[in-house]
């Protein structure tokens, strides 16, 4: 078993390379961790209110662009079912990339809400400025993913896995914050400790779990 838990647990890469995950998967867990640290930068780390519609069409665009080519590319893979064109690195990678900043937007107001006593209503993002600034993020980190320079890989291997372990366990604190009855409760940054540490314990059992499971059904082969 490969020792990178959270990259065995998710779909690590078919090619030999330095990072845990595929492409795919790097773009949407990477992508969520850096757009949630743009919003934060921002002033917007506790925003509640979520993205306007226009954006809100965008996201649901983008994860439907990287659903259409995940299946094209399952498609593929099959060998017996026509598919439309042969798939790319380069387009695993920038669907990816999209899908977790359409992930942020859903994700994060909803975390917020969950956890946070002050009541910010303002959407995560204001206007097309700062949806643009964090794409110009995504695409730093695509040209730096896509470079295979290894001067990039210890760093995005790092985060990569942080990522994984970090959008898990939002998800995880969601349902420990309404099981425990702290709703919106949190008002400060150490307030948000306890149930986001409770959060990462539960994602690094969840990934222990699948990893086990993995490895008992497919022992180390990669799925392509």
Known sequence: MRANVPGFAILDPAEPTQLPLEARDFGIYVGFLVTWG???????GRAKGMPKPWMLVTMILFVGIMGFD???AFFYDLQVVPHLYEPRLELRLGTGLLCGIAFAGFLVPVVNFSLWREN???PIFENWK???GA???LVVLFVMNASELGIFYWPLAIITSASTVILIALINLVFVVSITGKDASAVTWRDALNP???GVILAMIELGLLSLLRYAVLGTTVLP
């Open 38 to 44: 743009y919003l934060i930068a921002l002033g917007r």
């Open 70 to 72: 995940g299946l094209n």
């Open 120 to 122: 910010d209503m303002r």
């Open 130 to 132: 700062q949806f643009a």
């Open 135 to 137: 794409l110009a993020l």
């Open 196 to 198: 986001f540490a409770a």
